[in-house]
T-cell receptor
Framework: GDSVTQMEGPVTLSEEAFLTINCTYTATGYPSLFWYVQYPGEGLQLLLKATKADDKGSNKGFEATYRKETTSFHLEKGSVQVSDSAVYFCALRIGGFKTIFGAGTRLFVKA | DTAVSQTPKYLVTQMGNDKSIKCEQNLGHDTMYWYKQDSKKFLKIMFSYNNKELIINETVPNRFSPKSPDKAHLNLHINSLELGDSAVYFC??????????????FGPGTRLLVL
């Protein structure tokens, strides 16, 4: 079945460090891929998305490229801030109404 | 303006009680969802309604019953609460197109603690 695998956290970085959170997927069709972010005490919100191979989604300095050949959608940011501390969820959706979420990766950024 | 709202935000109750959580969205979306998030942050879909019709019903105990009186509301009723029901419950909505590109909009969550 369709699934999403993310790197386990927590990930702890110092401010201005480079961030990568790995995400790979398995899907029977051609999914759209998403990164959602959950700040402490809040619901999830869309961070970025890509709907076809080689698309790059970007927002707030974060970016991820849809790599069909490696079935990956890794999240990157060049210089993290304390305010980026949150849980990050990779997700996929193929038609229908169901979104499949990864297990989430918690990021801590130290000042 | 809150796009997806849930009430209550916190719910502390005794085992065996019955409780309801309400959700409303003012985005004009056709599809609404309930998710359960456990203490490890794992997010699990429970139900989804499209135009008031149940379209996703995952393996959830019968004690959980969703109700959608109209497209803008999806409530969750839980009977005979158990300790394992303690979690954060998120309501979400999306436009309702069958394509894969849809973004979901989440409510702030309801933190349920069963004692």
């Amino acid at each position: 079945g369709d699934s999403v695998t993310q790197m386990e956290g927590p990930v702890t970085l110092s401010e201005e460090a480079f961030l990568t959170i790995n995400c790979t997927y398995t899907a029977t069709g051609y999914p759209s891929l998403f990164w959602y972010v959950q700040y402490p005490g809040e619901g999830l919100q869309l961070l970025l998305k890509a709907t076809k191979a080689d698309d790059k989604g970007s927002n707030k300095g974060f970016e991820a490229t849809y790599r069909k050949e490696t079935t990956s959608f890794h999240l990157e940011k060049g210089s993290v801030q304390v305010s980026d501390s949150a849980v990050y969820f990779c997700a996929l959706r193929i038609g229908g109404f169901k979104t499949i979420f990864g297990a989430g990766t918690r990021l801590f950024v130290k000042a | 303006d809150t796009a997806v709202s849930q009430t209550p935000k916190y719910l502390v109750t005794q085992m065996g009680n019955d409780k309801s959580i309400k959700c409303e969205q003012n985005l004009g979306h056709d599809t609404m969802y309930w998710y359960k998030q456990d203490s490890k942050k794992f997010l699990k879909i429970m139900f989804s309604y499209n135009n008031k019709e149940l379209i996703i019903n995952e393996t959830v105990p019968n004690r959980f019953s969703p109700k959608s009186p109209d497209k803008a509301h999806l409530n969750l009723h839980i009977n005979s609460l158990e300790l394992g029901d303690s979690a954060v419950y998120f309501c979400a909505s999306s436009q309702g197109l069958r394509g894969g590109q849809e973004t979901q909009y989440f409510g702030p969550g309801t933190r349920l603690l069963v004692l």
